[in-house]
C-alpha cells in the first residue's frame, strides 16, 4: 500500500526557496518525519487516512505536537 501525499512537497519547497527561508532545512525535516510517520500508520491501520476499508485494523488516536531535537536544530513535529 502506498501512502498518498498530504502535502504537495514541491509547491511547499518551491514557496520556502522563493522567501529564502533560513529555516528551510528544519522545515525539510519536519515535511519528512511527518510523511514517513503517516505512511507507517497508514500501514499499522491498514488503510490511508480518513479512508473507509474492510481491511482496515485500527483507528488513528489524533495527532501531538511534539518538539524533536535534531542536527538542523529543534523541530516541531506532529505525530
Not at 24 to 35: D, H, R, W, Y
Not at 53 to 59: G, K, L, Q
Request: net charge negative; proline share 4%; aromatic share 6%.
Amino acid at each position: 500500500m502506498a501512502a498518498n501525499p498530504t502535502v504537495n512537497v514541491t509547491e511547499t519547497l518551491g514557496k520556502e526557496l522563493l522567501a529564502a527561508s533560513p529555516d528551510l532545512i528544519g522545515m525539510m525535516v519536519k515535511t519528512f518525519a511527518e510523511a514517513v510517520m503517516s505512511a507507517e500508520a497508514n500501514s499499522l491501520c491498514g488503510a490511508d487516512y480518513g479512508e473507509i476499508s474492510p481491511d482496515r485494523v485500527n483507528h488513528r488516536n489524533g495527532y501531538r505536537n511534539r518538539e524533536w531535537d535534531t542536527r538542523a536544530g529543534t523541530v516541531a513535529v506532529a505525530f
